[in-house]
C-alpha cells in the first residue's frame, strides 16, 4: 500500500480508474444480471470511472502538496496507521496535517454508524424488492463500517500520541536542536 501511496498521480490515476471503473461495472453486473444492457452498464461505469478519478486526482493532488510532496504525504499517512514518527519532521506541516487528519477521523465517529444505520436499511429494502444480491453488499459495508471504526479508534490515539510528542519536544530529538 506504500508504494501505491508514493506512486507519481500520472501512475496512480489509471490505476484508480481501472478499479473504480471495474468496480462500478462488476457491482451492477452482480446486481442486475440481464445482458441486454451491457454496453449502457459500460458507458455508465466509464463516465463514473473518469468522473471518480478526476475527483480522486484533485483530492490526492492538494493533500500531497498541503503534506510538503508525496515523501512527507506518505510518511504522514504512515506515523497514523504506526503511531511512530520519524526522526526528522517540520513540526509546522506535521501538526497542521495530523490536526487536519484527526478532525476527519472525528468526523467518522459519527458519520460511519449513521451511514451504516441508513446503507443497512437501504440495503435490506433493496434485497426484498430488487435482488438478493443486495444482502451481499449488506455484509460487506457492514464488514467495512466495523472496520472503519476500529480503524478510527486506532488513529485517534496514534494521533493524539503524535502531536504530544510533537508538542512536547521543540525540536525533535535527533535533528541537532535541543528540547525547549
Not at 511512530?84 to 458519520?111: A, C, F, I, Q
Amino acid at each position: 500500500m506504500d508504494r501505491l501511496r508514493r506512486l507519481p498521480l500520472r501512475a496512480l490515476l489509471p490505476i484508480v480508474f481501472v478499479l473504480v471503473g471495474a468496480l462500478y461495472f462488476g457491482i451492477g453486473l452482480a446486481s442486475d444480471p440481464d445482458g441486454s444492457s451491457l454496453v449502457a452498464r459500460a458507458y455508465g461505469a466509464l463516465a463514473y470511472a473518469v468522473l471518480m478519478t478526476i475527483f480522486f486526482g484533485l483530492l490526492i493532488r492538494y493533500r500531497r502538496r498541503r503534506a510538503g510532496g508525496v515523501a512527507n504525504a506518505a510518511a504522514i499517512q504512515q506515523a497514523v496507521r504506526s503511531g511512530e514518527m520519524p526522526g526528522s519532521v517540520d513540526h509546522v506541516v506535521w501538526v497542521r496535517e495530523l490536526e487536519s487528519t484527526r478532525k476527519r477521523y472525528r468526523n467518522n465517529r459519527v458519520l460511519v454508524p449513521v451511514m451504516a444505520v441508513v446503507f443497512a436499511a437501504f440495503s435490506v429494502w433493496a434485497a426484498l424488492t430488487v435482488s438478493p444480491f443486495w444482502w451481499i453488499l449488506l455484509v460487506v459495508f457492514l464488514g467495512f463500517c466495523a472496520y472503519s471504526v476500529w480503524e478510527t479508534r486506532r488513529a485517534l490515539r496514534n494521533i493524539d500520541s503524535l502531536l504530544g510528542r510533537l508538542r512536547g519536544t521543540w525540536p525533535v530529538p535527533g535533528d541537532g536542536g535541543s528540547a525547549a
